[in-house]
């Protein structure tokens, strides 16, 4: 099964409003990623969180990643329109680049 | 602008075809490698590489061969196309090897959309 497993699958939200989406993890992590991705176009990336790191910001995003219970949390506050996309947690483990990525979050933010 | 190109963007083969998925980046990365994305799946690693003539299998390799003659340029070669190819493949780089406390972001090219019929 994958690893880097969102929760939810699917958010929709009002503009304003915060969202919140999960990611769990099965094995140890170099880091954590979150990437978006908008309809048809390539990821981008958004915050990376260390594995000595607890909580990280940039901008509007909080990203928060706990160890122990192998979970990492974005926050995206005050949200647009525009933030309207599939949101991917990553995880990079082991010795070489090798990125896992779940299935993602698609938010909807609606006007 | 730099950053990772891929061509084409769209392509239709029919079954048993091959062609080769083309992937470039001016950035000086080491690291490069190829994914494809399902509908409703996250992006799944099927060929990278940590350098000019390193190259590796990720989860799903079958199908697929890759080289790395250059450190600019990963294509990636479908030998003998099958609907089960159908997906989107995106290629990524990154500038360094992983490891403890890395802090390597990645990448993405723009995707090729690829479907055999």
């Known amino acids: 099964s994958q690893q880097g497993e969102e929760d939810p699958q699917a958010l929709s939200i009002q503009e304003g409003e915060n969202a919140t989406m999960n990611c769990s993890y099965k094995?140890?992590?170099?880091?954590l990623q979150w990437y978006r991705q908008n309809s048809g176009r390539g990821l981008v990336h958004l915050i990376l969180i260390r594995s000595n790191e607890r909580e990280k910001h940039s901008g509007r995003l909080r990203v928060t990643l706990d160890t122990s219970k192998k979970s990492s949390s974005l926050l995206i506050t005050a949200s647009r329109a525009a933030d309207t996309a599939s949101y991917f947690c990553v995880v990079e483990s082991g010795g070489y680049n090798k990125l896992i990525f779940g299935a993602g979050t698609r938010l909807a933010v609606h006007p | 602008n730099a950053g990772v190109t891929q061509t084409p963007k769209f392509q239709v083969l029919k079954t048993g075809q091959s062609m080769t998925l083309q992937c470039a980046q001016d950035?000086?990365?080491?690291?490069m490698s190829w994914y494809r994305q399902d509908p409703g799946m996250g992006l799944r690693l099927i060929h990278y590489s940590v350098g000019a003539g390193i190259t590796d299998q990720g989860e799903v390799p079958n199908g697929y061969n890759v080289s790395r003659s250059t450190t600019e340029d990963f294509p990636l070669r479908l030998l003998s196309a099958a609907p089960s190819q159908t997906s989107v493949y995106f290629c990524?780089?990154?500038?360094?090897?992983?490891?403890?406390?890395?802090?390597?972001?990645?990448?993405f090219g723009s995707g090729t959309r690829l479907t055999v019929v």
């Open positions: 990524a780089s990154s500038y360094s090897r992983a490891g403890a406390g890395a802090t390597n972001s990645y990448t």
């Open positions: 094995t140890s992590i170099n880091n």
């Open positions: 950035m000086n990365h080491e690291y």
